[in-house]
């Protein structure tokens, strides 16, 4: 069963990664679905704002920089679970991937309020004097996922570290005898 499944979310990690990264630059293209991420990395539900290609380009590339954060962790899972498959769970490149999800993790978690704030400025950067806005919004409703999210990348990276050490502390022991 275990076999299966890592056979199966391999590749499936790995195109996901692909998948978001994909559609997150389709909606920003689209001037008809533009509004759904705008709306939803800046936080700006009833604010009006501008969806000029200047405005949807520079959107664009601040969402895909933050979900490439995320696409490079889903990759290194991707190469956890091929490696699972395998048995090599006990290779520095194993440790050496699930320390890159767990940064990953940490560092997209990090990053949502100062994406948010960007994507405000970019939406309202062409608004007349006055009607710019940068916004900084901390949701009761996603925090608690948020604070998850980042302790799960950061109890990861410490595992990876601590896998990292017992396999070189492996490696002197063989050494030496």
């Not at 664009?60 to 048995?87: C, D, E, M, P, Y």
């Not at 520095?92 to 994406?115: A, C, N």
Request: proline residues 4%; hydrophobic residues 60%; without cysteine.
């Amino acid at each position: 069963m275990m076999i299966f499944l890592t056979k199966l979310l391999a590749p499936l990690s790995r195109v996901l990664a692909i998948l978001f990264l994909a559609i997150n630059i389709a909606l920003w293209m689209s001037p008809d679905l533009v509004e759904f991420p705008a709306r939803a990395y800046s936080g700006m539900v009833e604010t009006e704002f501008n969806v000029a290609m200047s405005n949807r380009l520079f959107g664009g590339l601040i969402s895909t920089i933050h979900l490439g954060i995320l696409a490079v962790g889903l990759l290194a899972v991707a190469r956890i679970f091929k490696q699972i498959n395998k048995g090599e769970w006990h290779l520095p490149s194993f440790s050496q991937s699930l320390r890159r999800f767990g940064l990953s993790l940490v560092v997209f978690t990090l990053l949502i309020p100062v994406v948010q704030a960007l994507m405000s400025i970019a939406l309202t950067y062409n608004n007349p004097v006055g009607q710019r806005m940068i916004t900084l919004d901390l949701d009761a409703a996603t925090a608690p996922i948020a604070f998850v999210l980042l302790l799960v990348g950061v109890l990861l990276s410490l595992m990876a570290s601590v896998m990292m050490r017992a396999g070189e502390i492996a490696e002197e022991y063989e050494k030496i005898v």
